[in-house]
């Protein structure tokens, strides 16, 4: 039973370029998190994604990000026009249960 | 506003002996308390957790305690391993929400042969 699968797993991009960042949730997960670490901090929850629906997206900030969980295929996390403060490691979660998550490995965003 | 502190950032502990690792809360309303391990390229992984009508829960090694008046809990790890070497983060669910995790800034343990 493969894990929550996240890639990239590093990804780098230039200031004004867009990001994205894809997630698999386990199987038979419909719940996807997302979270973003940033270096010495704690993860910090971003948005809840159910299939086709956006639960609660109340730590994504208001501009460039965005977030999706289609009907077929992975969750995306979105980031247009980056900048340097986007860089930071984004995490992935999914659960059957909703407080039971269980995380991907990650992806690294490098703003350069 | 960080509701959930992790106020040491490292912790060192020789092998055999006990790991505590703390955190303490602030919000009244978390009823469901979590503690992730993560290993460096690696996303956390789940380790143990609590809920708020208990004080103790127990798994192999790992033992987890919680006091509610103190607003504290606490990860105890017993024999520690060199494996056991990883940053560890407290989380917490409040009653209002079923699935948003608060997480603290972590604890960077190393267990010394």
């Known amino acids: 039973n493969a894990g929550v699968m996240q890639n990239p797993r590093h990804l780098v991009r230039r200031r004004g370029q867009e990001a994205r960042l894809r997630c698999s949730p386990m199987k038979g997960h419909s719940h996807v998190y997302w979270y973003r670490q940033l270096p010495e901090e704690g993860l910090k929850f971003m948005v809840y994604l159910q299939k086709e629906n956006i639960i609660d997206e109340s730590g994504m900030p208001k501009e460039r990000f965005s977030a999706e969980f289609p009907k077929e295929g992975p969750s995306i996390l979105r980031i247009q026009q980056v900048v340097r403060g986007d860089s930071a490691a984004y995490f992935c979660?999914?659960?059957?249960?909703?407080?039971?998550?269980?995380f991907g490995p990650g992806t690294r965003l490098t703003v350069t | 506003d960080q509701q959930v502190k992790q106020n040491s950032p490292s912790l060192s502990v020789q092998e055999g002996r006990i790991s505590i690792l703390n955190c303490d809360y602030t919000n009244s309303m978390f009823d469901y308390f979590l503690w992730y391990k993560k290993y460096p390229a690696e996303g956390p992984t789940f380790l143990i957790s609590?809920?708020?009508?208990?004080d103790k829960n127990e798994d192999g090694r790992f033992t987890v305690f919680l006091n509610k008046s103190a607003k504290h809990l606490s990860l105890h790890i017993v024999p520690s391993q060199p494996g056991d070497s990883a940053v560890y983060f407290c989380?917490?669910?409040?009653?209002?929400?079923?699935?948003?995790?608060?997480f603290g800034s972590g604890t960077r343990l190393l267990v010394r042969p």
């Open positions: 979660a999914s659960s059957s249960r909703s407080y039971e998550q269980y």
């Open positions: 609590i809920s708020s009508i208990k």
């Open positions: 989380a917490a669910k409040s009653m209002d929400s079923s699935y948003k995790l608060i």
